[in-house]
């Protein structure tokens, strides 16, 4: 299964052996859980671990565009608070047709990326500057037109949300959450768009070497543009599953810190913030590995709940420490071929 998504969704080669090694790991971490805490591979809980990981997992294919062309966007989590706030707000609080709303919240993000890359772009603003303003304007955005009140939707639109809440049967008498169907189909067209397409091609030329890449022919402001697009529109789309998930959100707090995940699991599952690399694979891998590693201390070392952060930063540091040798370890070994 693996070697078969592979061919989709990254690189073979030193891509497949650091995919492999985080699925190593992935298992490890989830066999030591299940033993220290039988109650880990009870039904619910799995089912539970598996929506997580297909929303954080829609999140971190998302930014893996903008790592792949050097950047970065602080601004996801803000973009789920405002959309996951906005939702339940328009259509239960202001009454607005469902289908505008919906159309809203798929479409506004993907306006939203476009800005970002405009501004990255053409004014030559530095990713960080321009996304960590994103992520203070659109969380104060929600809370100014919602008055810092928490939306939900109560007992309305149980068809909409079967979308994060419900399940597809199996023939072998397992149930799969829809959501991960969703980052299912989501993965597959990104791993194809990525290393099947041309623009795909570019995106990583260019994350490789900018000016190389313009030299030769390619309209990287486009490309920068179209990373951010995608980045942003699927963080709206996380950001409709998750309310539709959890009912409630509130402006304060819904998406906090759901940017790091996205980082950290991108980081994790081979993309590098040097640009360049990346798969799309490995960055699922990369968050189901994260969300075991919550889990298990949620379920196993109940004093370590409030840890999360510092693992979240220790994923991303070890993944930038890791890039760096990988990088020496490619020069010496171009060194020691020239010398021969």
């Known amino acids: 299964m ?89 259509i239960i609080d202001q009454g607005w047709p469902v289908p505008v709303v919906i159309l809203i919240a798929l479409g506004l993000p993907a306006v939203i990326g476009f800005c970002h890359g405009l501004l990255i772009t053409k004014l030559k603003l530095q990713p960080f500057i321009v996304t960590l303003c994103g992520l203070l304007m659109y969380r104060g955005i929600t809370r100014g037109f919602t008055g810092d009140q928490t939306a939900g939707f109560g007992t309305e639109l149980k068809g909409l949300r079967w979308f994060a809440t419900g399940e597809i049967p199996l023939r072998i008498g397992l149930d799969i959450p829809v959501p991960a169907v969703i980052l299912m189909i989501i993965a597959i067209l990104a791993g194809i768009f990525l290393n099947r397409t041309i623009y795909g091609r570019y995106m990583l030329a260019l994350g490789n070497n900018e000016e190389a890449a313009k030299f030769s022919g390619i309209n990287t402001d486009r490309m920068i543009i179209l990373a951010y697009v995608i980045s942003s529109g699927l963080a709206g789309l996380a950001g409709l599953l998750f309310v539709l998930d959890v009912n409630l959100a509130q402006p304060v707090d ?64 070890s993944g930038v420490i890791a890039d760096e040798l990988a990088k020496r370890a490619v020069a010496r070994k171009r060194a020691a071929q020239k010398q021969k």
Do not use: H
């Open 2 to 90: 693996i070697s078969f998504l592979s061919k989709l969704t990254g690189p073979q080669n030193d891509g497949m052996k650091r995919i492999l090694g985080i699925f190593v790991l992935l298992m490890m971490v989830y066999v030591v859980t299940a033993i220290i805490n039988p109650n880990f591979l009870g039904s619910y809980n799995q089912e539970n671990l598996i929506r997580r990981t297909s929303l954080f997992g829609i999140l971190g294919v998302g930014v893996a565009f903008v790592i792949i062309t050097r950047g970065i966007d602080l601004s996801l989590g803000s973009v789920v608070c405002l959309v996951g706030v906005g939702v339940p707000w328009l």
């Open 254 to 317: 819904f998406g906090n810190f759901y940017e790091l995940y996205a980082i950290a699991a991108a980081v994790l599952g081979g993309c590098s913030l040097r640009g360049g690399t990346g798969t799309i694979l490995g960055v699922i891998i990369g968050t189901a590995l994260l969300q075991v590693l919550r889990n298990m201390m949620n379920m196993a070392f109940l004093g370590f709940q409030r840890a999360e952060f510092a693992v979240i930063g220790a994923v991303i540091l």
